[in-house]
């Protein structure tokens, strides 16, 4: 079964969607300083990603800072953590089995379809990473805009959408789009075997000339 082009994009969105997990998971850009007061003159600006805290001072370099506990982190946190960690293995194991599914494997009379089973699994765990990068990003952007909007919640305290939020969404749909194409030719491969098979299966009905003669000749031996 020769690379069709629908195959070779379906692995290379799924690349760009494991670059873009990764990138989602690490960077710090997750909650940005909000300037809710009229004051133009910013003294510091404040980065909360899923592992670190940044603070960019005047005419002084980013300085970051790890979390020192895991147990200190609200819940919120630590559920985002886990999931994206679970993205960026999927999407890593995804590959993988595209990769293989895209290589010629010497089987017997079953070649094509266990490439075709093989790409199809590669999309189907691409769509799930795409799950999985959705839910976090989605909360934690919940969090944010409730957070802000709360009257309760000092001005200091609140916090804007960061761009790692926004590379979590453009990453989602690369990731369902690039599932989609590996799990479409999977379908319409196996769809074109069973057609095939339907048509090869079924023998033409044969007819025995030669008895229908004789008995024709029988026949008329009598008369």
Partial sequence: MASNPLQIAGLVLGFFGMVGTLATALLPQWRVSAFVGSNIIIFER?????????IRQVKVRLQCKFYNSLLALPPALDTARALMCVAVALSLIAL??????MKKFQCKGSNERVKAYLLG????????????VLIPVCWTANIIISDFYNPAVHIGQKRE???????????TAVLFIGGGLLSGFCCCNRK????????????????????????????????
């Fill in 46 to 54: 404040i980065w909360e990603g899923l592992w670190m805290n940044c």
């Fill in 121 to 132: 699994t590669s999309g189907v765990l691409f769509i799930l990473t795409g799950i999985f």
């Fill in 192 to 223: 074109k075997q069973k057609n095939r098979y339907q048509v090869t299966g079924h023998p033409m009905p044969c007819t025995d000339k030669g008895q229908g003669t004789v008995l024709s000749k029988t026949s008329t031996s009598y008369v």
């Fill in 161 to 171: 959408l960061g761009a790692a939020l926004f590379l979590g969404w453009a990453t």
């Fill in 96 to 101: 993988i089995i595209g990769i293989s599914g």
